[in-house]
């Protein structure tokens, strides 16, 4: 069966730092790989999109960058956090996009930028 | 912007009530979906309906489609203190690549 990872859980970082969020897939290849921001109380914004290995597609022009290092890894970069960058973070996969686009979540990492 | 946009944004009942929430979009759709979220925790898929289909049903989940007002309603029937969430709809535009989200209800069933 399929399973996706998050880590870490949770994130506590100063304005300025550095970030680095991955997320791994599990029992499926070739995965549509997404990352999500969710701000409190409201619904998820795209990010960052991937179909392959070193395929990135950017949605909202910011201070992140998303990099798809392996088919089942897909990491969330910044080189200097804002703290407008704080929200609960989802990684999300899918099988394909023809017919069935079912996504699957990850647990999420919840930053706080201070 | 945002494709889907669900109503209402907060809705309180009583635990054997049933639960209707709204979703309505703007393009033509290749899928709607609909997704729960316990608090804290990523997303859950739920259903998914088809824009050549109308209604359809799972378990205590009724979800209608209506293509023409663009817009689809998940019902939850007897409702219970643990479908306490938010839901969100999510569509896929015809052509399109990415699914969108709305900005979901929550959910509160008081027991």
């Known amino acids: 069966s399929q399973t996706i990872h998050q880590w870490p859980a949770t994130l506590v970082q100063p304005v300025g730092s550095p970030l680095s969020l991955e997320c791994t897939v599990e029992g499926t290849s070739n995965p549509n790989l997404y990352w999500y921001r969710q701000a409190a109380g409201r619904g998820l914004q795209l990010l960052f999109y991937?179909?392959?290995?070193?395929?990135i597609s950017s949605e909202v022009p910011q201070n992140l960058s998303a990099s798809r290092p392996q088919d089942r890894q897909f990491i969330l970069s910044s080189k200097k956090l804002l703290l407008s960058d704080s929200g609960f973070y989802l990684c999300a996969w899918e099988t394909d996009r023809s017919s069935y686009n079912e996504q699957f979540f990850g647990p999420g990492t919840r930053l706080t930028v201070l | 912007s945002q494709q889907g946009e669900e109503d209402p944004q907060a809705l309180s009942i009583q635990e054997g009530e049933n639960a209707t929430m709204n979703c309505s979009y703007k393009t033509s759709i290749n899928n709607l979906q609909w997704y729960r979220q316990n608090s804290g925790r990523g997303l859950v898929h739920l259903i998914l309906i088809r824009s050549n289909e109308r209604e359809k049903h799972s378990g205590r989940l009724r979800v209608t489609l209506d293509t023409s007002k663009k817009s689809s309603s998940l019902l939850i029937t007897a409702s219970r203190a643990a479908d306490t969430a938010s839901y969100f709809c999510?569509?896929?535009?015809?052509?399109?690549?990415?699914?969108?989200f709305g900005a979901g209800t929550r959910l509160f069933v008081k027991a």
């Open positions: 999510a569509t896929v535009n015809t052509g399109g690549f990415k699914t969108i």
């Open positions: 991937s179909v392959g290995i070193g395929q």
